[in-house]
């Protein structure tokens, strides 16, 4: 069965910096492409960070592009978002997601809140 | 960016009725389009990939069509587990961008 367990979340400040874990497990890690997804409280559904299966190709929408770094670590089954110079409007619920029959976001881990707060 | 608009926003809709939510694209995505479903506790789950491709394990009763820049979702006789969020997504170009969202809610 596939899984993915984020962790990492929590309050931070502005401006500081925060890394969020995805633990995959169920398949074999390193044969997928693996991305980030958030959801702002309230809000719908905005596509993060994508990442292919060796780490050499990286994709971000401008919103994030310079401050998040998506990364893998595939002896360890692990996805990784380093997420820097935090903002206000980087409050969210971060999931990890794997793509699936060749198309994104095939399986979804359950989330991790991160808030953005003085 | 490719916009996509989702619509109704939200639709009102009874047991066994059937529904359909419809998502436009701002241009052409070639049927790179999925539907996803979110469960009020955030639970998120792909129905639909490449426009018409039924997720294995999703019932019978969704399905997804459409072409160029018009999609849609149908659920043919809802039943109480349909009752919460769907989202498309394209990926037929960076950055990939979701629908707003359609709440489908009990009438």
Same mark, same amino acid.
């Given at each position: 069965?596939?899984?993915?367990?984020?962790?990492?979340?929590?309050?931070?400040? &502005?401006?500081?910096? @925060?890394?969020?874990?995805?633990?995959? $497990?169920?398949?074999?890690?390193?044969? =997928? %492409?693996?991305?980030? #997804?958030?959801?702002? &409280?309230?809000?719908? @559904?905005?596509?993060?960070?994508?990442? $292919?299966?060796?780490?050499?190709?990286? =994709? %971000?929408?401008?919103? #994030?592009?310079?401050?998040?770094?998506?990364?893998?670590?595939?002896?360890?089954?692990?996805?990784?978002?380093?997420?820097?110079?935090?903002?206000?409007?980087?409050?969210?619920?971060?999931?990890?997601?794997?793509?699936?029959?060749?198309?994104?976001?095939?399986?979804?881990?359950?989330?991790?809140?991160?808030?953005?707060?003085? | 960016?490719?916009?996509?608009?989702?619509?109704?926003?939200?639709?009102?809709?009874?047991?066994?009725?059937?529904?359909?939510?419809?998502?436009?694209?701002?241009?052409?995505?070639?049927?790179?389009?999925?539907?996803?479903?979110?469960?009020?506790?955030?639970?998120?789950?792909?129905?639909?990939?490449?426009?018409?491709?039924?997720?294995?394990?999703?019932?019978?009763?969704?399905?997804?069509?459409?072409?160029?820049?018009?999609?849609?979702?149908?659920?043919?006789?809802?039943?109480?587990?349909?009752?919460?969020?769907?989202?498309?997504?394209?990926?037929?170009?960076?950055?990939?961008?979701?629908?707003?969202?359609?709440?489908?809610?009990?009438?």
């Amino acid at each position: 069965e596939v899984q993915l367990v984020e962790s990492g979340g929590g309050l931070v400040q &502005p401006g500081r910096s @925060l890394k969020l874990s995805c633990a995959a $497990s169920g398949f074999t890690f390193s044969n =997928y %492409y693996m991305a980030w #997804v958030r959801q702002a &409280p309230k809000k719908g @559904l905005e596509w993060v960070a994508t990442i $292919s299966t060796s780490g050499s190709r990286t =994709y %971000y929408p401008d919103s #994030v592009k310079g401050r998040f770094t998506i990364s893998r670590d595939n002896a360890k089954s692990s996805l990784y978002l380093q997420m820097n110079s935090l903002k206000s409007e980087d409050t969210a619920t971060y999931y990890c997601a794997r793509r699936h029959y060749g198309s994104p976001f095939g399986y979804w881990g359950q989330g991790v809140m991160v808030t953005v707060s003085s | 960016d490719i916009q996509l608009t989702q619509s109704p926003s939200t639709l009102p809709a009874s047991l066994g009725e059937r529904v359909t939510i419809s998502c436009r694209a701002s241009q052409s995505i070639s049927n790179s389009l999925n539907w996803y479903q979110q469960k009020p506790d955030g639970t998120v789950k792909r129905l639909i990939y490449s426009t018409s491709t039924l997720e294995s394990g999703v019932p019978s009763r969704f399905s997804g069509s459409g072409s160029g820049t018009d999609y849609s979702l149908s659920i043919s006789s809802l039943e109480s587990e349909d009752f919460a969020m769907y989202y498309c997504l394209q990926y037929a170009t960076y950055p990939w961008t979701f629908g707003g969202g359609t709440k489908l809610e009990l009438k």
